[in-house]
């Protein structure tokens, strides 16, 4: 695999052992395993949003050419003209 030996793997395993510890050794994997998960989640996280900043003008053009026609809004009378009838 990276040219390392199952003996330089021993010899590594009990240096870090001698370093942190029987116990530490659970918290630091624990707590790099967390750091891992958050990196890909973080990273996942950005490439979604990149994809949907693609997907955005698509899908705006998509929108304008299947939006329903609206009837124009009614015309409003000149100004001093009243619409109320008056009552004889």
Do not use: H, Y
């Amino acid at each position: 695999m990276f040219g390392i030996g199952a003996q330089e793997l021993m010899i590594i395993f009990l240096i870090v052992l001698l370093l942190f510890g029987a116990n530490r050794i659970p918290e630091i994997a624990r707590g790099l395993g967390r750091g891992i998960r958050d990196f890909k989640r973080a990273t996942r996280d950005i490439e979604d949003d990149l994809n949907l900043r693609d997907e955005e003008p698509a899908r705006a053009s998509r929108r304008r050419d299947t939006a329903p026609r609206q009837d124009p809004a009614p015309e409003r009378p000149a100004e001093g003209s009243s619409t109320k009838e008056t009552a004889s």
